[in-house]
Antibody, heavy 116, light 110 residues
Framework: EVQLVESGGGLVQPGGSLRLSCVAS????????MNWVRQAPGKGLEWVSY????????YYADSVKGRFTISRDNAKNSMYLQMNSPRDEDTAVYYCARGRVRGDYWGQGTLVTVSS | QSALTQPASVSGAPGQSITISCTGTSSDVGGYNYVSWYQQHPGKAPKLMIYDVSNRPSGVPDRFSGSKSGNTASLTISGLQAEDEADYYC??????????FGTGTKVTVL
């Protein structure tokens, strides 16, 4: 059974830092591209970042470019999102999703609250 | 990249059919057959319902179907059921090699 489990969310001050993790199981993680997608409270889905299976290709949404860094460790079946200098508008549930042009499996999400 | 445009809400009686539109541009919806649709119940993660415009993942009822014409994709739910009440989002691959989501549609079963 494919499973994606996010962790690392919580309360962070504006200008601080936070690292989110996504641990995968039930499939060959090293063969799949992955994405981070977020959803602000009461709002719609917003794509955040993409990483290819080998980490050779990475993309970011303009809203997080220069502040967030996506990475993965295939040996640990894990993907990460390093959030630096978060802003109030980064408050959201962050989901990891498997796939290049679609999210065929999603985690349950981890809530990040940016507030002083 | 601007969000794809969806109606805010659509409603229908049980057994009826409804259609949700998703309008983009030639740089996303119109340029690629990589449109997906997701169902999201309150407090839950999104679930893939349609991929590559019109394909259903295993386990998704055939009441759900997708299509595309030009820059607009559509999701049709036939034989509407109470459990179909949820938020629905479209997404598309873009010419910037990124993904873009729709604004979301709340489906209400009357």
């Amino acid at each position: 059974e494919v499973q994606l489990v996010e962790s690392g969310g919580g309360l962070v001050q504006p200008g601080g830092s936070l690292r989110l993790s996504c641990v995968a199981s039930g499939f060959t993680f090293s063969s799949y591209s992955m994405n981070w997608v977020r959803q602000a409270p009461g709002k719609g889905l917003e794509w955040v970042s993409y990483i290819s299976s080998s980490s050779s290709t990475i993309y970011y949404a303009d809203s997080v470019k220069g502040r967030f860094t996506i990475s993965r460790d295939n040996a640990k079946n894990s993907m990460y999102l390093q959030m630096n200098s978060p802003r109030d508008e980064d408050t959201a549930v962050y989901y990891c999703a498997r796939g290049r042009v679609r999210g065929d499996y999603w985690g349950q999400g981890t809530l990040v609250t940016v507030s002083s | 990249q601007s969000a794809l445009t969806q109606p805010a809400s659509v409603s229908g009686a049980p057994g009826q059919s409804i259609t949700i539109s998703c309008t983009g541009t030639s740089s996303d919806v119109g340029g690629y057959n990589y449109v997906s649709w997701y169902q999201q119940h309150p407090g839950k993660a999104p679930k893939l319902m349609i991929y590559d415009v019109s394909n259903r993942p295993s386990g998704v009822p055939d009441r759900f179907s997708g299509s595309k014409s030009g820059n607009t994709a559509s999701l049709t739910i036939s034989g509407l059921q109470a459990e179909d009440e949820a938020d629905y989002y479209c997404s598309s691959y873009t010419s910037s090699s990124t993904l873009v989501f729709g604004t979301g549609t709340k489906v209400t079963v009357l």
